[in-house]
């Protein structure tokens, strides 16, 4: 066998052979890296020689030479100390600070290379601190004096000299400085160490420094503060003073940092109590902070209100009394009763009229509060969220609305009053805002139940034209629990309504009341004679079981019969009949039903646990094939073998199978990937063994045979396998191998076919053939896997192919296939094969999309997709009536992650073509993109494109879109 060492020093030598070869040349030019490696090497040292500072004889000359240094950086390990050299010997002589500047900031990019020893440095940056004048290049050097203390994270005596230096040069004049010391006291520090010759603690410095009179020195220190908690270390609780009176402060990221502290300490000490200013009443520390967060959900800065609503959301730990009064909506908005934006318009449309001034004070304000009578202790928290859901930007609507229903999931009551002002925020003017309410209702429908008024807010959302919108109101739907009887109607009729004005929102509609059915299986029961249009005395018209309504209607029935049992006897004769078509041709949204006996003749299999076991039977009969030769093999395509016991006609036969493995894919979906799978390898099998039919012990069929069906079959077969490989989820190492085994039995027999002909390019077929083989000697011995007998044959021939002599090839893989058999797929785990569904545009539209010709139009695309992990790989092929075949890759921003390994994507595809005189049809269909082997072939289209080559894997059935580019209007 031979070393990887080896191989690469065999295609080393083959390469520069080759070279003689006029065919070959082309190859061999792109695969020259020693000239190459010369070329960088000679380009690396020229970098480093233009950092010759000296030869500058301006200031604005040595800067644009840091600037080139900058933008070359990361250096080489090797260069690194050099650079350094040159750098520090600069700093020394120049007189201009920028410069000086500049280099302290490229010697702290310098210092952070993993091969790079920085305490020598330390000595020299010391001194430079000494002798340093400008503020500007004093900062740039304390800060390297962090990056030097992060590079040594255990060496505490270095720390603490950075920490000296950081407090002497805390009495300076610039802000720079002061910001850059307390950022060394904040990353190197810790809240109880003390000063040199001190009994202060570096908390206390702190503390003393968040009072300066400069903002910038006051943020400065309390993100130090910040810093430490970050780093694992325990505040002190004597700053929490001080952070409340910072949250008045005049800066806003004072206030930033301060609101975040605050959120700390009640993470850190919750049941702490604090004294509330001016009263002997003490409360919790969790409760004192929320309160204090909720009034900074009115700052005057957006920023502010947003991070305080965000930070509100987290506090998990407050009261209900406090929780609960930021829905109280009687404080506080210039003493005046807070109402929500609903609330309003409600009062406006009942008063019906404006004030007449006929009567005094009629339009005075109402309800108004006694300022004497308002607690300090509950003012900040009432209506803070009334204010954060009605503020005028939506960033702060969205973090409020997340905040409640983070709430809400932790405390039922709270989720019970903050339920209408969710639903109030389905009517926002910013569609983000409405979804994400719509999100969060779904995640608190499970602790709240949903009223009739409630109920016509939903059916007016569900009219939107938005399809994103639209499905997540049907997710909502599936999960939240109507009150009333009447509620329920409205709703099935509302989702009805939707169904007939967007007919593509069948399948979310169907799973929609597949949930309902579940959930409300007492209201469904007292609707089944209305839903399904029954009389006690007169024959109904039996409905259309094709209609999407009424197959939505059988939806929510069949599903609510599982639990209830008195809704099978009110069911007709027809929606028997109709449950039995429906249960074959929507198993997923169907369930199973005992029916009545009179039916019993037509009552439903079980296709669950049935279907399983049907393919563990299929699969166990297919175990036999390995101990076959190849003759019995081939016979297996037409016949079947008999019984070793019963002397019958055994269902071996291969062309069965295959029907079976097809009827599991379509009974249960949730073996479909396994089925698909091992039905797509098993045509693979078939396929080689046509190939090899007819063929003796020394010449295979490929050998003897070499038209253009047979090439076409043997690349099917590679193609298939490439499929199998990159188009399924779950498959294990052992499954891998198997399938590339497979793979290289059909490439043996193109390199075969390929060297039969004679070509001059079957050279570089016989050095494509041996990197594969070498591909797969390292899969088998990484994954500790025993290759076949087929693969192992080939593996210790390969010291015979080193040469990459066509006639040793030759000679060498003819007798391959002489014992050669059938192998199977042993599917180690459930698989999920990579899937996608198009729901706009419908499949049904005849709409024509007009433009002009040479100009482009969009065609909105909304698309689901499953089991795909990395969405980079996912584009959109367009195929034109000429054939023409255009591959659109979507923005990443584009989908929308729904669950792991599903997205969905909401996209515009841009369509363009020549003139046409009529209306034409356009193929859309979403597809997975790989990179697939080297063809061997080398008259190959694919075979002469670069390594950036990637072939396609169809995900879904091609949408047709009318189009039709028109002539230019004059």
């Known amino acids: 066998m031979v070393e990887n060492c080896d191989v690469m020093k065999f295609l080393n030598a083959h390469a520069c052979i080759s070279a003689r070869f006029t065919f070959y040349s082309d190859l061999e030019t792109k695969e020259e890296p020693k000239p190459k490696k010369l070329k960088l090497s000679h380009r690396a040292k020229s970098k480093e020689l233009q950092l010759d500072l000296n030869s500058c004889s301006t200031p604005h000359d040595a800067l644009q030479v840091l600037l080139k240094l900058h933008q070359d950086l990361p250096l080489p390990g090797d260069q690194v100390q050099t650079a350094l050299g040159v750098l520090l010997d600069r700093f020394?002589?120049?007189?201009?600070?920028?410069?000086?500047?500049?280099?302290?900031?490229?010697?702290?990019?310098?210092?952070?290379?993993?091969?790079?020893?920085?305490?020598?440095?330390?000595?020299?940056?010391?001194?430079?601190?000494?002798?340093?004048?400008?503020?500007?290049?004093?900062?740039?050097?304390?800060?390297?004096?962090?990056?030097?203390?992060?590079?040594?994270?255990?060496?505490?005596?270095?720390?603490?000299?950075?920490?000296?230096?950081?407090?002497?040069?805390?009495?300076?004049?610039?802000?720079?400085?002061?910001?850059?010391?307390?950022?060394?006291?904040?990353?190197?520090?810790?809240?109880?160490?003390?000063?040199?010759?001190?009994?202060?603690?570096?908390?206390?410095?702190?503390?003393?420094?968040?009072?300066?009179?400069?903002?910038?020195?006051?943020?400065?220190?309390?993100?130090?503060?910040?810093?430490?908690?970050?780093?694992?270390?325990?505040?002190?609780?004597?700053?929490?003073?001080?952070?409340?009176?910072?949250?008045?402060?005049?800066?806003?990221?004072?206030?930033?940092?301060?609101?975040?502290?605050?959120?700390?300490?009640?993470?850190?000490?919750?049941?702490?109590?604090?004294?509330?200013?001016?009263?002997?009443?003490?409360?919790?520390?969790?409760?004192?902070?929320?309160?204090?967060?909720?009034?900074?959900?009115?700052?005057?800065?957006?920023?502010?209100?947003?991070?305080?609503?965000?930070?509100?959301?987290?506090?998990?730990?407050?009261?209900?009394?406090?929780?609960?009064?930021?829905?109280?909506?009687?404080?506080?908005?210039?003493?005046?009763?807070?109402?929500?934006?609903?609330?309003?318009?409600?009062?406006?449309?009942?008063?019906?009229?404006?004030?007449?001034?006929?009567?005094?004070?009629?339009?005075?304000?109402?309800?108004?509060?006694?300022?004497?009578?308002?607690?300090?202790?509950?003012?900040?928290?009432?209506?803070?969220?009334?204010h954060g859901l009605e503020d005028e930007y939506l960033e702060v609507r969205n973090a409020s609305i997340d905040s409640v229903c983070e709430l809400a999931l932790v405390n039922r009551e709270f989720a019970v009053q903050c339920q209408d002002f969710l639903f109030d925020m389905f009517n926002d003017e910013i569609d983000s805002v409405r979804l994400n309410a719509i999100n969060s209702l779904r995640k608190i429908s499970e602790l709240v139940s949903v009223r009739e008024d409630q109920l016509e807010i939903i059916l007016g959302v569900l009219k939107d034209f938005s399809y994103e919108m639209r499905e997540a109101l049907h997710a909502m739907c599936s999960s939240i629990r109507v009150a009333t009887k009447p509620g329920m109607n409205s709703l099935v009729m509302g989702i009805l309504d939707n169904m007939k004005r967007y007919p593509q929102d069948r399948t979310s509609i169907w799973k929609c009341m597949q949930k309902l059915g579940q959930n409300h299986p007492a209201l469904v029961t007292s609707l089944v004679a209305e839903l399904l249009s029954t009389h006690p005395y007169f024959e109904a018209i039996e409905p259309d079981v094709d209609d999407p309504s009424y197959i939505s209607i059988l939806v929510l029935v069949f599903n609510s019969a599982v639990v209830s049992s008195t809704i099978m006897p009110l069911f007709p004769e027809h929606t028997i009949r109709h449950y039995i078509y429906l249960r074959d041709t929507l198993p997923d949204v169907i369930p199973h039903l005992q029916l009545v006996a009179a039916h019993s003749s037509c009552e439903d299999t079980k296709t669950g646990s049935g279907a399983k076991e049907f393919l563990e039977e299929t699969l166990r009969r297919l175990s036999p094939i390995v101990t076959l030769d190849r003759t019995s093999a081939q016979q297996l395509i037409h016949i079947g073998i008999r019984s070793d016991l019963s002397g019958e006609i055994s269902p071996l036969c291969t062309v069965v199978i295959l029907r079976d493995l097809e009827r599991v894919i379509e009974l249960d979906s949730s073996l479909a990937a396994t089925a698909s799978c091992t039905q797509m390898f098993l045509q693979c099998q078939l396929s080689f063994i046509e190939l090899l039919s007819g063929s003796d012990e020394k010449s295979p069929l490929a050998i003897k045979q070499h038209g253009t069906m047979q090439q076409n079959k043997i690349k099917k077969i590679i193609k298939m396998s490439d499929e199998m490989e990159h188009g399924f989820q779950g498959l294990g190492v052992t499954d891998i191998a198997s399938i590339r085994q497979l793979r290289l039995r059909a490439q043996t027999l193109q390199l075969l076919a390929l060297l039969t002909k004679g070509l001059t390019a079957s050279m570089s077929a016989c050095l494509q053939y041996l990197q594969i083989l070498s591909r797969m000697e390292k899969l088998f011995s990484s994954g500790n896997i025993e290759p076949d007998a087929f693969t192992k044959f080939l593996i210790n021939s390969m010291r015979k192919f080193e040469s990459c002599e066509p006639a040793i090839f030759l000679e060498t893989l003819k007798p391959a296939f002489k014992n050669h058999c059938l192998c199977v797929l042993r599917l180690e785990g459930q698989l999920q094969q990579a899937r996608a569904s198009i729901v706009e545009p419908p499949a049904s539209s005849d709409a024509v999309a007009k433009f002009t010709a040479g100009m482009t139009t969009a065609v909105k695309i909304v698309a689901n997709i499953s089991n795909v992990p990395n969405t980079q790989n996912i584009a959109i092929q367009v195929r034109y009536p000429d054939q023409q075949v255009h591959l659109i890759h979507p923005p990443v921003n584009d989908f929308h992650k729904t669950s792991p390994l599903m997205f969905q994507l909401v996209t515009e595809a841009l369509l363009s073509h020549s003139l046409w005189s009529d209306p034409g049809s356009v193929e859309i269909r979403l597809v997975l993109k790989y990179k697939p082997d080297k063809s061997l072939v080398s008259n190959d289209k694919s075979g002469t494109k670069s390594a950036l080559h990637y072939d396609t894997i169809d995900l879904c059935a091609p949408i047709r879109v009318q189009i039709h580019p028109g002539p230019q209007k004059r």
């Open 92 to 386: 020394c002589k120049e007189a201009d600070a920028a410069v000086r500047a500049k280099i302290a900031h490229l010697l702290t990019d310098l210092i952070k290379s993993p091969s790079y020893n920085t305490l020598p440095l330390f000595d020299d940056v010391k001194s430079m601190i000494v002798k340093e004048k400008s503020h500007k290049v004093l900062s740039q050097l304390i800060a390297l004096l962090v990056t030097i203390g992060h590079t040594q994270p255990l060496n505490t005596k270095l720390h603490t000299q950075c920490i000296d230096i950081a407090l002497k040069h805390l009495d300076d004049s610039s802000h720079l400085v002061m910001r850059k010391c307390l950022e060394v006291l904040g990353k190197l520090g810790f809240p109880e160490a003390k000063a040199k010759n001190s009994d202060v603690t570096l908390q206390n410095i702190l503390e003393k420094f968040s009072l300066d009179a400069d903002p910038r020195v006051r943020c400065a220190a309390f993100e130090a503060m910040l810093t430490w908690h970050q780093r694992g270390q325990m505040l002190n609780r004597s700053s929490y003073k001080q952070l409340t009176e910072a949250l008045k402060d005049d800066y806003e990221g004072v206030r930033l940092v301060a609101m975040k502290l605050i959120w700390v300490h009640c993470q850190l000490t919750p049941e702490s109590l604090i004294r509330v200013v001016d009263s002997d009443e003490e409360i919790r520390q969790v409760d004192d902070g929320f309160a204090k967060l909720c009034n900074m959900v009115n700052d005057e800065s957006m920023v502010v209100r947003a991070e305080a609503a965000q930070l509100l959301g987290s506090l998990h730990a407050v009261s209900s009394k406090f929780l609960l009064q930021t829905l109280d909506k009687k404080l506080i908005s210039n003493m005046r009763r807070k109402t929500s934006a609903h609330e309003r318009q409600k009062a406006h449309y009942q008063s019906g009229q404006w004030s007449t001034g006929k009567r005094w004070a009629d339009d005075a304000p109402k309800e108004s509060v006694d300022p004497e009578g308002v607690s300090l202790i509950t003012s900040g928290a009432c209506g803070a969220f009334v």
